[in-house]
């Protein structure tokens, strides 16, 4: 299973731990002010437009407008008596830079610190983050002679085998996968493996 840090930050991260009145509100129109503000850059729906857009209270939506600019996710970028607020949504890779340290810090694995080695992390991606992968079982499958695409195609292969038979993800799959492995050609020309799961 993964672990919340696992998921790179985002604005959906930090809204989720907003708490008061506006607070479930907030992540709906941050989310519709950037699809508004796209091409403009400038989001500037009235009060009462929202209201009965998410079928809210005024006030909600007040309380949530307050709590978006509150955390610097809207700059006010016109205010104009009679006329509607114009805020600025921040993405929040802008907002990141704005805010240094208050973002989460996404799950490194064991081969974070091999050098360009991406077949770790494909393989923890292609198992849905349920397996971890770590250096002492990349040099073990590495060793079997198989090419990185090889060891892709039969991992694919190998899970769409076990998961059916409920087999467990962590208990002993490194060794039943290298077994597995050694018993496959080595040097095999492989297919698709987009074909397999």
């Given at each position: 299973?993964?672990?919340?840090?696992?998921?790179?930050?985002?604005?959906?991260w930090h809204l989720?731990?907003?708490?008061?009145?506006?607070?479930?509100?907030?992540?709906?129109?941050?989310?519709?002010?950037?699809?508004?503000?796209?091409?403009?850059?400038?989001?500037?729906a009235s009060i009462?437009?929202?209201?009965?857009?998410?079928?809210?209270?005024?006030?909600?939506?007040?309380?949530?407008?307050?709590?978006?600019?509150?955390?610097?996710?809207?700059?006010?970028?016109?205010?104009?008596?009679?006329?509607?607020?114009?805020?600025?949504?921040?993405?929040?890779?802008?907002?990141?830079?704005?805010?240094?340290?208050?973002?989460?810090?996404?799950?490194?694995?064991?081969?974070?610190?091999?050098?360009?080695?991406?077949?770790?992390?494909?393989?923890?991606?292609?198992?849905?983050?349920?397996?971890?992968?770590?250096?002492?079982?990349?040099?073990?499958?590495?060793?079997?002679?198989?090419?990185?695409?090889?060891?892709?195609?039969?991992?694919?292969?190998?899970?769409?085998?076990?998961?059916?038979?409920?087999?467990?993800?962590?208990?002993?799959?490194?060794?039943?996968?290298?077994?597995?492995?050694?018993?496959?050609?080595?040097?095999?020309?492989?297919?698709?493996?987009?074909?397999?799961?």
């Open positions: 299973m993964e672990t919340p840090q696992e998921i790179f930050c985002s604005a959906e989720s731990h907003l708490h008061g009145q506006g607070s479930t509100l907030a992540p709906l129109i941050y989310s519709l002010s950037l699809r508004l503000s796209k091409k403009s850059g400038i989001f500037f009462p437009t929202l209201a009965q857009y998410f079928k809210s209270d005024e006030r909600t939506i007040r309380k949530a407008i307050r709590i978006l600019a509150a955390i610097k996710f809207f700059e006010i970028a016109r205010e104009e008596t009679g006329a509607s607020v114009c805020y600025r949504p921040i993405h929040h890779s802008i907002w990141e830079k704005n805010n240094p340290g208050k973002c989460a810090e996404k799950w490194q694995g064991p081969w974070a610190k091999e050098v360009q080695d991406t077949l770790g992390p494909e393989l923890h991606a292609i198992s849905g983050g349920r397996f971890r992968v770590y250096p002492n079982w990349m040099k073990a499958m590495r060793k079997t002679g198989h090419s990185d695409n090889a060891i892709r195609y039969h991992f694919r292969a190998y899970i769409a085998q076990v998961l059916p038979t409920g087999q467990q993800w962590t208990v002993g799959l490194a060794g039943r996968f290298i077994k597995y492995l050694k018993a496959q050609s080595a040097g095999l020309t492989v297919g698709d493996p987009s074909q397999i799961l």
